[in-house]
């Protein structure tokens, strides 16, 4: 079965220390890979995603998250967390072959706090 | 402006009503999902519409039923209401379609269920 998992359900920083948060997918084939960000009470925006090409991929607000196919992982990563950073984060997969429908399976997220 | 819309922001309700979600883009994007937002932050697709045909449901009960007037609405009604039907309820929308697929999904900014 597809799935997507986030080890670490709550994740403490000090602002300006680095950040990095886990994510692992179980599929077939390479899916295509989300970040999502949640504020408290909004929506979710994309923070990057990950099709094909540069395993590396930069998102917006200074995150970049690392593709590794010998991992099943989509790790997202920040060398500097601000106070506003502070949220839930959500990776998400999506089958590369799902009759042309984009249907996000989403993992449990990460609730990220941060220390001033 | 504001591109994906719910209303309402809150609704609380009792047992055994029926009520509605309303959602509106002005992104003219062909493609619009509701997803469930459990007490746990796990978030579910439930439907997915392209140009007003639902193209996804995943084994939701049949007291949702969502309803796409015109591509850029898709509304969700609830009959007999239950209190595990508590939860935030996320509309989102996309450009994919058949034989587009890989682009961003836009959500709005939820509707909080809570049924007493």
């Known amino acids: 079965a597809q799935s997507v998992t986030q080890p670490d359900i709550h994740i403490t920083v000090s602002e300006g220390a680095s950040l990095e948060l886990r994510c692992n997918y179980s599929y077939g084939a390479t899916p295509y890979l989300f970040w999502y960000v949640q504020s408290p009470g909004q929506g979710l925006q994309l923070l990057l995603k990950y099709f094909s090409g540069d395993t590396l991929v930069q998102g917006i607000k200074g995150f970049e998250a690392e593709f590794k196919r010998s991992q099943s992982s989509f790790n997202l990563r920040k060398p500097s967390v601000h106070w506003s950073d502070a949220a839930e984060y959500f990776c998400?997969?999506?089958?590369?072959?799902?009759?042309?429908?984009?249907?996000?399976?989403f993992g449990a997220g990460t609730r990220l706090a941060v220390h001033p | 402006d504001t591109a994906v819309s719910q209303t309402p922001k809150y609704l609380v309700t009792q047992m055994g009503n029926d009520k509605s979600i309303k959602c509106e883009q002005n992104?003219?994007?062909?493609?619009m999902y509701w997803y469930k937002q459990d007490s746990k932050k796990f978030l579910k697709i439930m439907f997915s519409y392209n140009n007003k045909e639902l193209i996804i449901n995943e084994t939701v009960p049949n007291r949702f039923s969502p309803k796409s007037p015109d591509k850029a609405h898709l509304n969700l009604h609830i009959n007999s209401l239950e209190l595990g039907d508590s939860a935030v309820y996320f509309c989102a929308s996309s450009q994919d379609g058949q034989y587009r697929v890989t682009n961003e999904q836009f959500f709005g900014p939820g509707t909080r269920l809570t049924v007493l």
């Open positions: 998400a997969v999506t089958p590369m072959f799902s009759g042309g429908y984009n249907k996000l399976i």
């Open positions: 992104l003219g994007h062909d493609t």
